[in-house]
Nanobody, 129 residues
Framework: QLVESGGGSVQAGGSLKLSCLVPRDTWRRFPNLCLAWFRQTPGQEREGVAAIFSGGPYTYYADWVKGRFTMSQDADKNTLYLQMNSLKPEDTAMYYC??????????????????????WGQGTQVTVS
């Protein structure tokens, strides 16, 4: 079970940093682990925000967050992060982290969807006004 935290309410232009605690055994058991952030608004499907391959330096970003959001990982702490800057009202959503075994190239290229991932957190709400 992944556990997200760090959501909240901010004004447009503000920043938030989300965290996602990944179970240590998940990180250890699956060498080909793609770790991703998604977001979802009511009535909409979950959309991918960013993804990183376990232990890899490269990160995928959706076009609409490039330059504003930064995803990182700390393997020692089994934690993913999503630093969100220059937030806009349209960034308001429930944010989820997810993990699954996905090939490295597919992970970096964004060749996945919410259906690809089977391990999810409960989500953390981000509201931008």
């Amino acid at each position: 079970q992944l556990v997200e935290s760090g959501g909240g309410s901010v004004q447009a232009g503000g920043s938030l940093k989300l965290s996602c605690l990944v179970p240590r055994d998940t990180w250890r058991r699956f060498p080909n682990l793609c770790l991703a952030w998604f977001r979802q608004t009511p009535g909409q499907e979950r959309e991918g925000v960013a993804a990183i391959f376990s232990g890899g330096p490269y990160t995928y970003y959706a076009d609409w967050v490039k330059g504003r959001f930064t995803m990182s990982q700390d393997a020692d702490k089994n934690t993913l992060y999503l630093q969100m800057n220059s937030l806009k009202p349209e960034d308001t959503a429930m944010y989820y982290c997810a993990s699954d075994s996905v090939g490295e190239n597919d992970c970096y290229s964004g060749s996945w969807s919410a259906r690809t991932f089977h391990n999810w957190g409960q989500g953390t709400q981000v509201t931008v006004s």
